[in-house]
């Protein structure tokens, strides 16, 4: 790779800060034409900081921003956008009532000669977009109701419309399926190509080394290091970012598998899955894996009782159980952990200790109302167990990093001392220490007996953490494996629905 | 802690409110020399009770991310129900009960089609706001029932024996006692605040939602049945258009008390506070003879700066902050 | 009760009553300010006060709301203005907050529209109230030859002088003369301009063979009359009832409508403001026979029920409504 | 300007599904349920009462809320954006005196310059409210609960006790709500030509203007469309100050329509104004919904008024009926909408 020799976006000893946190000390960074610059490090370590202020979001309180080579104060979204610079937020900020080909092109319509928004070539635009994105969403569907996935494809195709210079990518394949991200990578690799500067955050090491040109680590509002990406190992990456050795990414203890304790048989609902059969017994993981919108939250959906299932019957220690809702669900000892926390985990204008509590009021509430010493310990004792970073449990949920806002929805759940866990997605955009403690936690509580299903994407992580993978495609079970069958090619290949001969 | 709360007090709404009532009561007492009279006091409080009682659970509904415009229409109702039945002989005890139990049904219905439908409760409301109002007219046409007992309308113009405290406000202290510990104190209230917040989020930690909401709904209808009570007693009085366009006014309280329409934030203290800032100030006014537009001018302009007024002084600090030291605070806005 | 209840406040009066010389202080709550009607009564009343060298001034509701105006009865007593004069939205509810008023020595006149006998002293009576009703059905009568469908555009379905006027309507309406007319319905726009516009609109929708409209009220009839010229049935449908003569002007010159009547309003004003300073001045308690100066309307005596009559109402046409402004 | 993908990779355009577009008209088929119920009441009513359908009844339907749907317009661009306007009776009645006042004090004014007149002073009001929102961010519902209260308490002060007849105005005034237009070789009344035309405008501009589209974008999601770079302030003050100034014009036209005016002509005109808006369909949280929508809310439920008129009923069934006929209306409109998007759009499309 040869170096270009101007960069077209320079941050100079940048600082930031909000409140009391100080998201960002002094940080250096710089984009070249025709490279692809990795940003890592723990959650909360300014990332997300770093590319709202190149986006024009948020203002440093010190340092220069230079855009080809002229110091330029990006004091909006839209002077950003001017200026070349297209940026994929970490969480998707889409119009949810409006269509897919708008959204792409809000506030740019294609217009006719008279002015007028040009509806047809907008739709074919788009349609050309997704279609070289090999996406298969219509244009004219609303994003309301779209998987989170789904949003994240309509942000990139958004991105890729502006035909930026800049292109910054916040955690872009959090949520995408294994294909996807293949597809966005070559994307993102013919971008290189053509000269743009692209800027890729990410928590997943493979994506980085597969990618990235340049790497730099940060902890704490602080750059640790850049350098070529090729001159660091995964290794010393993981320690640049935590500070430490890490053990083990996936700790999967041995876990005394028990008697059965969910029953599953022939469940269906209309129209998203059908015929869903599995067991899960004390003590087990049960993966489930499969593409995205292969029906598995679908499932959980239906098993915690936010939706109805219209066939099939679900036994808890072998009684039949109606769950009709949530709550019911709770009295059986299943808990949720759900895929998207900022809508379905948080309250964010709670406090974490509110929020960690929330499922449980009812429970740490005397005659005379709530009882805020209890909360205060239940919540400082989970607070401390999950190394979640915060002023205090006192902190309002929405100031918490993307991975700090996870751990405190997996709190919520443990408090409730479930003896089911379904976890879906419970590692999507936490960072790589984090994650590894997710996994400890996960492997600890299987190993106190609690039956655990694990959704998850990340097929490195199904494979490692799951006593069982069930696979789904388009709403059947097309294979249940077990651990020392389960492999990366196996699990494609029904994941992909081709022939169940697995069964 | 307590340092931290006293502190979170001093910054908050309900302390703004606080000085903004004695601003009131300043005004009044330099205004007309009857201001400051208990007498006056007295008046000025019974005045008020119908519309406290109905904006203690205006103020749950508004957290909780709904609305119901249809209170006074269900006062209305529920004071003309009353006159009719007690005109066909029922005995007053028994016309209450059932003016409290239509009312409480009235509220189901709004809340069952709020809840089981999914319809904005906006629109709801506004619908059952005419139907209510309506049937009132269909139930009792052009008459109107005045011959309550003496017992009954002494209840309403009335005062605690020996005092000059309404009978209603003792009525209106103990339910907003009970409300305060509903929403400040009790696990509901927690609840409440997480379904304004974010529904969705709400469900999925087990909160039974739509249930809330019905509750509330219910509550709504029984306490506007109440007020309308007192009304009915206060005026001795059923008519079909009484209380007529009363929401409005409910609605502005617990506007003016800082209770946010979309939901999830507001306290009950900062409503009650803004209760009285209204009574006083329109009862200021009115001691001097200035007409119910101009009181209504004041009240709006009084709504309109009263969050106006914080968001002006906290930019010009921010913009300070910004200007003197480059190290400055978020210049994200609320 | 209520005969006690007079008593007792009547004896309040001569206890506190110390013969002339009290500062006339006196306060007229309309049944809404800002209405026509009412600010010609005030302008009558304020005539009357400069003749007798007292205080006027004008308080009440923005809209006919009988709560709002108990709100400025408690106000007016705590100031304590030495009289109250008052055209009730509701008769009873004003009734606990105006004996209270009377107890602390405030005299209350009503007028307009009356309160409850014992929660005032004296009711100034604008006109007869069967007087009217029958007459209305008389002039409607003639101008549509006692035939065809009428119908009746009322203020509040609540509102006492007009229920009261429509039952004598009704009453006119069944004598044999009249048979040939119908009454099929009546409406209430309550006295706003666009409900009575479009409460009327509905009439002949509804009705297309209706002959006649009668409004009691002074805003039903100018709006009844406007919607009648707007579908341009002036003419075809005859239309009369209780109107000021600057609202009507432009109705009776082009032919929609025919006869209207009223009492002078100022007079009324006028009437009650003398009526309640005489009460002031203990010059009268309030019982049937006692008289008073009413200055350019001379003596007038109180009737029964405490009622003072102002006299008949004027009838209005093309000939003689340039004559009169208000 | 327009941007395209022109850089990346072309891509064939895959075919066009039927089924595909059809999900994207669910705001179309929201208007469609609507429809549907309208068309329900008319059969039902017109059975009994034949005259229902008579070109003169259509026509008095229509009359009786064109003033309420030019101001009803204005609302759904303010509500579009998650704001709403609830002033919107006081600065109807507000301008409705100043106009008709102005003929009284000065007789011999330009029917042009009072209309003209009329609107300037509605485009204040609005343009007052539009500023206390955007630049005192000040919640609207706040804010025009406020000037709900101020502007009809302005009204109150100018007009004092004293009132505009029908005497007080000239003629020409009086013909703005009377007179009719020739279209199509018949007459039709001004005032539906003016409602109509306002509607089809702002319909047209609201779909084929990018500051149209971004009104939907801000009531979506007002973070992103900040995020996008929509000059969300400048778009909602501006929905402010049409709202503002459409209702100026309705004022002008209250004013010569019902020719009597006082302080307190078009009180609570804001609530029928809001009714009709949700009924058509736009969400009152902003983001979705048409012109279109609120024209057929407010055709409804003037719909319904004439049916229970001509249905003779007491009067003291209107108004239960008319609440009862509101949420009949909506809940209706909730299954059939849910049902039509259950049948055409089974499953969305992947
Ligand atoms: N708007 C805000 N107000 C207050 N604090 C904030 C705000 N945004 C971020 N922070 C804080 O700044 C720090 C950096 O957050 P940032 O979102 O940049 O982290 P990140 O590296 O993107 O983390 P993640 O991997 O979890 O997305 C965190 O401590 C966070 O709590
Ligand atoms: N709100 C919705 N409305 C319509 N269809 C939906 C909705 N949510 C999901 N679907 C569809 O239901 C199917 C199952 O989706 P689901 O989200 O359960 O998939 P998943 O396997 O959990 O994928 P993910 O990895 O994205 O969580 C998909 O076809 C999806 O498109
Ligand atoms: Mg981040
Ligand atoms: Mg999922």
Redesign the pocket.
Known sequence: MTQPSEPIAELIDISKQFGTTQALRGVDLALYPGEIHALVGENGAGKSTLVKLLGGIHRPDTGIIRINGTETELHSPAQSQHLGIAVIHQEPTLFPDLNVAENVFMGRHPRDRFGRVDWKQMYQEVERLLASLDVHLSVYAPVR??????QQLVEIAKALSLDARILIMDEPTA?L?PHEVEKLFTITKQLRQRGVAILFVSHRLEEIAELADKLTIMRDGVRVITAPASELTSEEIIRHMVGRELTSLFPKGEAQIGEIVLEVRHLTRKG??RDVSFQLRHGEILGFS??????????ARVLFGIDRADEGEILIDNQPVRISSPKAAMRHGLAYVP?DRRQQGLVMDFTIAANMTLPIVRQVSKIGGVDRQREHSIATNYSQQLRIRSTGIQQLVKALSGGNQQKVVLAKWLITNPSILIL??PTRGIDIGAKAEVHRIISELAAKGLAIIL?S?ELPEVLAMSDRVLV?H??HVTGIFERDEADQERVMFAATGQTNREK | MIKERAKALVNSWDAFLVVLLLLAIVYGSFRSPYFLTAFNFSALTRDLMEKAIMALPMTLIIIAGEIDLSVASVLGLTSVLLGVLWNAGIPLWLCIVIALLVGAIAGLLNGLLVTRLGLPSLVVTLGTLALYRGLAYVIIGDQAVSSFPADFTSFGFGSVPGTLIPWPFVVFVILALLFLALLHRSWVGRQIYAIGNNQEAARFAGIHVARIKLLLFVLSGLLAALAGIVFTSRFASARPDNALGFELDVVTIVLLGGVNIFGGRGTLIGVILSLFIIGALRNALGLTNISGDIQNIVVGILLIFSVLGPNVVQRIREALARRQMVAGGSPKKV | GGGSTGGSSSGGNNSGGTGGGQPLNITFLPKAINNPYFDSAASGGKSAAGELKGTFKQVGPSSASASEQVTWITNLTQQHVSAIVVSANDPNALAPALKQAMSQGVKVVSYDSDVAPDARQVFVNQANAEDIGRTEVQILGKQINYTGQIAILSAASTATNQNTWIKYMQDELSKPQYKGMSLVKTVYGNDDDQTSFNDTLSLLQAYPNLKGIISPTTVGIAAAARAIESVNKGGKVALTGLGTPNQMRKYVKDGTVQQFALWDPGKLGYLAYYAAAALVQGKITGKEGDSFDAGTLGKKTIGANGAILLGPPTIFSKDNIDQFNF | MTTTSKGLEKAPIPPRSSQSRLVGSVSRIRELGLFIVLILIVAIVSIQVPRFLSPSNIEQILLSIAILAIVAVGETLVVLTRNVDLSVGSMVGLTAFFVANLFKQQPGTNLVLAILLGCAVGLVLGAINGLIVTVGRVPAIIVTLGTLYVYRGLDFVIAGGSQVSASDVPDSFLNLATARIGLFGVGVPALIIFAAAIALIFAYLLHSTRSGRQLYAIGSNPEAARLVGIRSDLLVFGTFMLSGLLCGFAGVLWGARFATVDATAATGLELQVVAAVVVGGVNIFGGSGTIIGAMLGAIVLGTIDDALNLLKLSQFWLQAIDGAAILVAVTLDSFITRWLQRTLVV??Q?
């Open positions: 109701g779209l998987p989170v996935a789904d949520a399926s998203v899955f499969g593409l995205v919108g292969a029906g598995r939250t679908e499932v895929e879906d997605e959704i994407s789904m388009e709403g | 499953r969305r992947r």
